[in-house]
């Protein structure tokens, strides 16, 4: 009796052991069931966000693709309107030289001595012609006569020279007080036509 009372302790024993470790181990493998299935649902989730961030940056590509390719058109617009504005700037360039020279020429014409010469000279017979006067000697007896007179006149338009060829001597002195003070007389001072050496006669009739 003895022996089988031990024998019936140590199968209860046994028994308690082999229930607690088959309890444990069934534990355990629920835990790892549920860990599994966190961890599957975490990955789960963090392959449809991957696959979300995929989709977006597709999209961006896309759009990106599509942006590029329809700028080039507009980038080949801007550079044909380029093409043609240059074009057309090189054209007013070549035309407006043409016109500058047209402009020069007609601003700048050819000096006509001979013309200033005739209007030098008819500007001094004006001057002369002012400034004579008749001798009162000569008004009171009724005399009418006529000098003839050479003189030079020089760049500054002054005179050199003043000399009395012929005439009537009651006119000598009116005549060379009238030519004296007549100059100096400004002329064209580029042109070559000084000096000048002039005759003129100048006439005295009564009216």
Known sequence: MRYFGSFFITLILYAATITSLFYSFNNQSNIANK??????VKVS?????VEQKKEIEQKKEKEIIKS??????KIVKKIIKSKTCIKNETKEVKKSPSKNVENIV????????SKIKNDYIAKVKKTINSNKFYPNSA???GIEGSVKVEFTIQNNGKLTMVKIIQGKK????AAKEAIINS??????????????NLTLVLKYNLK
Do not use: C, T
């Not at 009651?170 to 002195?173: A, D, E, Q, V």
């Open 68 to 73: 590029l390719k329809k700028e080039p058109k």
């Open 106 to 113: 007609s601003v700048a014409p050819k000096i006509n001595i």
């Open 35 to 40: 860990e599994e299935k966190k961890s599957l």
């Open 139 to 141: 008004r009171r007896r």
């Open 183 to 196: 100059f100096p007389i400004q002329g064209y001072k580029d042109s070559k036509i000084f000096p000048i």
């Open 45 to 49: 989730l963090i392959e449809a966000k």
């Open 170 to 173: 009651i006119f000598f002195k």
